[in-house]
């Protein structure tokens, strides 16, 4: 079993910047792909990036690449998203999840889901 939580989330004005973070408990943390999601009202839950289970590989959503950025401390126990010159677009609940086996950017194969975090981008 594992339990993430999130937090960091926030009201900020377009081109600011937040950091999500999600700390992790169990014993399996380090065994797994991590992944970062987020969900607009009225629309589908949606991949935003994802890390492997040593960090050295990471993908990321066309609408996000280059100015997200997906990292995760084993120690700590915890994977942050760093967002830059945010978009109103990017307003959203923020969800960590967490999956056996490699990264995957599709949400049906996450096992462990946070209770997610709102990130509202102003213009």
């Known amino acids: 079993q594992v339990q993430l939580v999130e937090s960091g989330g926030g009201l900020v004005q377009a081109g600011g910047s937040l950091r999500l973070s999600c700390t992790a408990s169990?014993?399996?943390?380090?065994?797994?792909?991590m992944g970062w999601f987020r969900q607009a009202p009225g629309k589908e839950r949606e991949f935003v990036a994802t890390i492997s289970r040593s960090g050295g590989s990471t993908f990321y959503a066309d609408s996000v690449k280059g100015r997200f950025t997906i990292a995760r401390d084993n120690a700590k126990n915890t994977v942050t998203l760093q967002m830059n010159s945010l978009k109103p677009e990017d307003t959203a609940v923020y969800y960590c999840?967490?999956?056996?086996?490699?990264?995957?950017?599709?949400?049906?194969?996450?096992?462990?889901w946070g209770q997610g975090t709102q990130v509202t981008v102003s213009s």
């Open positions: 999840a967490a999956k056996y086996g490699p990264t995957s950017i599709s949400y049906y194969s996450y096992a462990y």
């Open positions: 169990g014993r399996t943390y380090s065994n797994n792909a």
